[in-house]
């Protein structure tokens, strides 16, 4: 099987070479802990390095603030958005009444645009905002399957996020999304220290220890080689 490279220096280390390609991981962590920056360098450096073309869903924040937060680290998103090697897209929100019966559409929707693009790397950011426009747990479980199991079809590299409540062994918002997905990479912000974890990996035997990383106006660093004890961590 192929290895997508993550584009962040230190994490391949962590994953024998990379993501397999396909695959859907989730990467989730408190807030703040760095899980949007760490995916949208997925597709930044994808997109710039490997000549892969990717699509960022946001269900949070608005493309402008995303597009913002990459001029922070200098990355020419402009240039990539012309070649059509990048595109920001903003997730329909609906009324939380009509949104479960929206949500075909807005799938029909990426897919058209993978198509269109040849993209090969999806990020959703974040799956925890499904609950928000979805009332019953059940409705937010299922949606989280259905929405994973839909692009995993279209046969791109996937990063889900999910935002928990910072505990170190609360791999998600609603103790399903860790299921539908082949990987979960956690991130742990216990200051003054941002930590790395690679909790599981479908058909890779990954790294077992948590790694300090840095996000630095280069981006995101996984020190590969230092080590923060299991402990430290709430
Ligand atoms: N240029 C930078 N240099 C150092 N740290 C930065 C820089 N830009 C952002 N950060 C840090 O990254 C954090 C935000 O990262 P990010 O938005 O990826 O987190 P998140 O996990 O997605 O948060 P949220 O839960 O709000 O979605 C900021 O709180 C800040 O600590
Ligand atoms: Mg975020």
């Given at each position: ?42 597709l930044?450096?994808?997109a ?60 029909k ?98 790294d ?27």
């Amino acid at each position: 099987m192929k290895r997508i490279p993550s584009g962040i220096p230190g994490m391949d280390e962590l994953i024998e070479g990379g993501f397999l390609e396909g695959s859907a991981t989730l990467v989730s962590g408190g807030a703040g802990c760095g899980k949007s920056i760490f995916c949208t360098q997925f597709l930044y450096n994808g997109a710039k390095d490997y000549g892969e073309p990717g699509i960022f869903i946001t269900l949070e924040e608005g493309p402008t603030n995303i597009w913002w937060n990459m001029q922070r680290f200098h990355w020419d998103i402009t240039k990539l958005q012309t070649e059509k090697k990048l595109k920001i897209y903003r997730f329909g929100m609906y009324d939380p009444a009509v949104f479960a019966n929206k949500i075909d559409d807005e799938l029909k929707k990426i897919q058209e645009m993978v198509e269109e693009m040849g993209a090969k790397r999806l990020v959703i950011d974040s799956t925890t905002a499904f609950g928000l426009w979805l009332e019953k747990e059940q409705m937010i479980r299922h949606t989280i399957f259905k929405i994973s199991e839909s692009l995993k079809k279209l046969g791109c590299t996937t990063l889900l996020t999910a935002e928990t409540n910072g505990k170190k062994d609360v791999y998600s918002a609603f103790g399903v999304e860790e299921f539908a997905v082949d990987g979960i990479v956690m991130l742990y912000f216990v200051p003054p220290n941002r930590s790395i974890f690679v909790r599981k990996m479908r058909g890779t035997n990954h790294d077992k220890r948590v790694h300090p990383f840095d996000i630095t106006d280069k981006g995101v660093t996984v020190h590969s080689k230092d080590e923060i004890m299991w402990e430290s961590l709430h």
